[in-house]
């Protein structure tokens, strides 16, 4: 069976290079695309998922914004199964900083290279500790345009969480410090896994995502 995967915010499949995935399950990436100007979120996410192939029953991951846009797109096409790595399920789960973004003034009049330098800054708080990972990180950021990241801040700010009933995997590191594992709920925890858990431990979140495929 495929699974599409989403990664995080201007971040590409590299990041779910040292995944295993189970006997009978393929992998397969779906990009991050420039947003149109007036696209929002839910018409975003559908675009993103035209290359699933809907005649045969699959399954869909996203990490950290990969997996916002997974709910998005499981509640429209309806996989099997849906995985959410480093991410949340609704607006309640998101920290307070998170939720002020969602003011129109602030995404109309900062500049859009400033969302950018901020989500640049960001490496540290993803759990990032090596400079050649900082390096790399970056390098995968800086291929989206600043406008995209003003546009992504803004769409996950005012995002509603549709309501899924299919089988559901939420994996979230303790020391996640984009999405504080306080505010998480109904997930199962990789401890002292930071924001990018998928590449520091991912032995532990393999073993849940196969214990979970294969149930």
């Given at each position: 069976?495929?699974?599409?995967?989403?990664?995080?915010?201007?971040?590409?499949?590299s990041?779910?290079?040292?995944?295993?995935?189970?006997?009978?399950?393929?992998?397969?990436?779906?990009?991050?695309?420039?947003?149109?100007?007036?696209?929002?979120?839910?018409?975003?996410?559908?675009?993103?998922?035209?290359?699933?192939?809907?005649?045969?029953?699959?399954?869909l991951?996203?990490?950290?914004m990969?997996?916002?846009?997974?709910?998005?797109?499981?509640?429209?096409?309806?996989?099997?199964?849906?995985?959410?790595?480093?991410?949340?399920?609704?607006?309640?789960?998101?920290?307070?900083?998170?939720?002020?973004?969602?003011?129109?003034l602030?995404?109309?009049?900062?500049?859009?290279?400033?969302?950018r330098w901020?989500?640049?800054?960001?490496?540290?708080?993803?759990?990032?500790?090596?400079?050649?990972?900082?390096?790399?990180?970056?390098?995968m950021?800086?291929?989206l345009?600043?406008?995209?990241?003003?546009?992504?801040?803004?769409?996950?700010?005012?995002?509603?969480a549709?309501?899924?009933?299919?089988?559901?995997?939420?994996?979230?590191?303790?020391?996640?410090?984009?999405?504080?594992?306080?505010?998480?709920?109904n997930?199962?925890?990789?401890?002292?896994?930071?924001?990018?858990m998928?590449?520091?431990?991912?032995?532990?979140?393999s073993s849940?995502?196969?214990?979970?495929?294969?149930?």
């Open positions: 069976m495929k699974v599409y995967c989403i990664s995080g915010m201007g971040a590409d499949f990041l779910y290079e040292n995944i295993i995935w189970p006997d009978g399950f393929e992998p397969i990436a779906l990009p991050w695309l420039e947003p149109s100007k007036k696209e929002n979120l839910e018409e975003y996410a559908l675009r993103v998922a035209e290359p699933i192939n809907l005649s045969q029953p699959f399954v991951c996203g990490i950290s990969g997996g916002i846009c997974a709910q998005i797109i499981a509640a429209q096409l309806k996989p099997a199964k849906l995985i959410l790595l480093s991410t949340v399920k609704g607006k309640h789960e998101m920290p307070w900083p998170m939720r002020w973004f969602s003011g129109k602030l995404s109309r009049y900062v500049p859009a290279r400033v969302f901020m989500a640049f800054m960001s490496t540290p708080i993803l759990g990032l500790k090596m400079s050649d990972d900082h390096r790399a990180f970056r390098k950021m800086a291929q345009s600043p406008e995209y990241y003003r546009w992504a801040l803004y769409q996950i700010a005012n995002w509603q549709p309501k899924n009933v299919m089988p559901i995997l939420h994996v979230h590191g303790s020391s996640d410090q984009v999405f504080p594992a306080y505010f998480i709920k997930a199962v925890s990789v401890a002292g896994g930071s924001h990018l998928v590449q520091q431990k991912p032995a532990e979140v849940f995502i196969k214990e979970f495929l294969g149930s």
